[in-house]
């Protein structure tokens, strides 16, 4: 079965930096899309960033110059480094996969929370 375990998430002062990590099994993780989304309280889920399995990549507007997204195929795992975080997106980030840029599968989540 797939599982997806995220790491990474803690606290951090607006401005700062966090770097996520999600490790895959279950999955043939070198032909998989990749992705993270965020969910913040109260509000729906969304997209953060994602990347093909041939390492194309592409990020909601407001993280674009700011975030990050990669992968290592040899250690199953996607990464996304955060850089000048703000208090707007403190919440649970959630790693996915699926083929073709479906994502059918998700992790639990790790919290993040940046404060001012």
């Known amino acids: 079965q797939v599982q997806l375990v995220e790491s990474g998430g803690g606290l951090v002062q607006a401005g700062g930096s966090l770097r996520l990590s999600c490790v895959a099994s279950g999955i043939v993780f070198r032909i998989n899309a990749m992705g993270w989304y965020r969910q913040a309280p109260g509000k729906q889920r969304e997209l953060v960033a994602r990347i093909t399995s041939g390492g194309s990549t592409a990020y909601a507007d407001s993280v674009k110059g700011r975030f990050t997204i990669s992968r290592d195929n040899a250690k199953n795992t996607v990464y996304l480094e955060m850089n000048s975080l703000k208090t707007e997106e403190t919440g649970v980030y959630y790693c996915?996969?699926?083929?073709?840029?479906?994502?059918?599968?998700w992790g639990q989540g790790t919290q993040v929370t940046v404060s001012s």
């Open positions: 996915t996969t699926g083929s073709n840029l479906r994502f059918t599968d």
